[in-house]
């Protein structure tokens, strides 16, 4: 006789652990099969480097968009931290190295550093309003995350009647390319506002899709901050995991679901090795278009993941040709090549088919603010990490010849930023038992192949704004066509990120459809 639950969820990424924990919370007898055999999927943290004792967050490396209510509702203490610096970018200007430095909390160095750089001294001062401006619209919106679906109209008016309206045209109907352009008068500056526009998209400057990436980069808990997770980011799957087994979740390893039927009555799940197992209703913590394979439906076409991942370990941070001191030039995002000329260049040459000539990245050192990621003997070393995530590097460059073409990207990657460098960044790389240097590499095809993400994108189907078109019979943003059947994960609107509002929306969409069924 096939096994019953109340709701039987697909992937123990923190999508599910986070819907589970909600569900079992109502008493809900709750199942997770994860198809690996290890928990975590895009969000958890590894040994990467062979005989290294350094636990790297492989995939996802900050935290915003993880609301603190979530936490409060399901009782997990975990921890994140501040960093004093948001940014650095180095340049060569007036013939000579230097850089820009930008506080998170803006102060004397941010001016002296603004001033150094840009003529027009109201640059700063048009930064400040700028994502001024932005704080006040995310502490509005980013609430609504966790509320049923507005519309855009009913969005729009909350946003104006809090006296926002400028910034919604600014960022919402306004092609974010050209609000950029309105606003700053340097390339530089304006490469570093674009970036946050183009993290794991591929789009040019104008386009909605980068109004939708920059909304969700800047809204999160109302701060729009990145924080650095203590212990990194698999310390939230093991909080998150601990808390879903003492609730009562039971989750299965290495159970790959093959087939789902939904009816009226409910649903039936085969897993590899036989086992069929039912549910009242099911939750997937995967892409839209893999649960349409294991469903035998159609699938909405994907949209190709644009963005190349190095994890590196080092026995020491590199000197820079600028002078800063590392532990600032790192302490923050380290934009390499970002001007905004260079955005739009690489994207124009990607959409022909070439890798870019001048490929832009953006670095940062999780061991800066957080060393507990290494033994005390790496630390005692002076070791750190470091994360490259490198844009505008789209499927179809690696699709043919995967290997070659990300040692060729690695090439150039590390011939770029060693322009910046007085030690070559191959010189300070840690070596692992096997005497090679520590860096790990991963490609769209690659998150294809061991996430399961359609094409490489992190986002499963593209990004959405945070609201429904007026007509649209969508609550949650996680509702599909079969009333039994939901999705959690990033492929939910407002599921995208390391947040766990996609597993928050398809729990509460589940427990009201269980007090009120939407099929009688």
Known sequence: MAQMYDVLIIGAGHNGLVAACYLALANKKVLILESSSE????????RAFEGMEANISRYSYLVSLLPDRILE??????????RRISSYTPTYFDGEDTGLLVE?????ESERSFHGLVEDH???????????????LAKVLAPTLLQPLLTRGEMRELAVSAGHEEIWKAIIETPIGATIRERFKSDLVR????TDALIGTFAPADSSVANKCFLYHLIGNGSGEWKVPLGGMGELINKLSARALALGVEIRTNSKVTRVKANEDCVSVAVSGGAEIQ???LAANCAPQVLAEIMGTPSANSLPGSQLKINMLLKKLPRLKSGIDPLKAFGGTFHIDEGYIQLEQAYSQALTGNIPDVIPAEMYCHTISDPSILSAELKAKGYQTLTLFALHLPYALFLENNEKTKTLVLSRLFAQLNAYLIDPIEDCLAMDAN???????????????????????IFHTGLDFPFKDSESDQRWGSETVYKRVFICGAGSLRGGGVSGIGGHNA?????ECIQSPTWV
């Not at 998170?104 to 004397?108: A, I």
């Open 39 to 46: 928990i975590g999927g895009a969000t958890l943290s590894a």
């Open 73 to 82: 509702d399901l009782s997990i203490s975990f921890e994140t931290r501040s």
């Open 104 to 108: 998170r909390l803006l102060g004397d």
């Open 122 to 136: 109201s640059e700063l001062e048009q930064w400040e309003k700028f994502y001024g401006d932005i704080h006040k």
């Open 191 to 194: 490469g570093v506002v674009l």
């Open 279 to 281: 549910c009242n209703y």
């Open 435 to 457: 005497g090679q240097g520590c860096v790990e590499v991963n490609s769209p095809v690659d998150l294809e192949a061991t996430l399961a993400m359609p094409l490489g994108n």
């Open 507 to 511: 729990a509460m969409a589940i427990l």
